[in-house]
């Protein structure tokens, strides 16, 4: 397994745009499909996006404002999100899985107010 430690999130604005980092400790990176959850108050962890090598996946919520992109050289994984929404508000998690195996991060949380 790997352990993963987020960073980046914070309070924003209506609008704003933050990016979230999460950096893998351990090997293998490559083979591990990264994905980010978030999770809000009294609400079900739900995926956000997803990435393995080149091809990238996004809830519907965030299509077209959210960005996932992964560095293998850092063993990182960031999420840039633009034009963020109070209802982006939420704690942010990293996952790293495959098929025998899943860790999480500690999560990060992400504020949007004004």
């Known amino acids: 397994q790997v352990q993963l430690v987020e960073s980046g999130g914070g309070l924003v604005q209506p609008g704003g745009s933050l990016r979230l980092s999460c950096k893998a400790s351990?090997?293998?990176?490559?083979?591990?499909?990264m994905k980010w959850y978030r999770q809000a108050p009294g609400k079900q962890r739900e995926l956000v996006a997803a990435?393995?090598?080149?091809?990238?996946n996004y809830a519907d919520s965030v299509k077209g404002r959210f960005t996932i992109s992964r560095d293998n050289a850092k063993n990182t994984v960031y999420l840039q999100m633009n034009s963020l929404k109070p209802e982006d508000t939420a704690v942010y998690y990293c996952?790293?899985?495959?098929?025998?195996?899943?860790?999480w991060g500690q999560g990060t949380q992400v504020t949007v107010s004004s």
């Open positions: 996952n790293a899985w495959k098929s025998d195996s899943s860790s």
């Open positions: 351990g090997s293998m990176f490559t083979m591990y499909v």
């Open positions: 990435i393995l090598r080149g091809t990238t």
